[in-house]
Nanobody, 116 residues
């Protein structure tokens, strides 16, 4: 059973930066997209950033210009560089991978808290 493990969350002051990582426990074939979602307490889980197998990226409007998604295909790892963090970025961040076979993998999440 493939597992996705996120890391890099924590407490940061407004304006600060964090880099999230998500690594798969084993190689995953035919990845179509790798993405990051986030869920704040009492709210739905929303897509934050997505990167395709060809390297195309897209972002939620709320994070454009501040967050950058990237991937390391050789390591089946996806990253999320988060800069200029705001209190409203506080949430649990989840990585997600979709394959061409229709398989979806989810991590268990990493908590990001932006507070002074």
């Amino acid at each position: 059973q493939v597992q996705l493990v996120e890391s890099g969350g924590g407490l940061v002051q407004p304006g600060g930066s964090l880099r999230l990582s998500c690594a798969a426990s084993e190689s995953i074939r035919s990845i179509v997209t790798m993405d990051w979602y986030r869920q704040a307490p009492g709210k739905q889980r929303d897509l934050v950033a997505i990167i395709t197998s060809l390297g195309s990226t897209n972002y939620a409007d709320s994070v454009k210009g501040r967050f950058t998604i990237s991937r390391d295909n050789a390591k089946t790892t996806v990253y999320l560089q988060m800069n200029s963090l705001k209190p409203e970025d506080t949430a649990t961040y989840y990585c997600h991978i979709t394959t061409a076979y229709g398989t979806h993998y989810w991590g268990k999440g990493t908590l990001v808290t932006v507070s002074s």
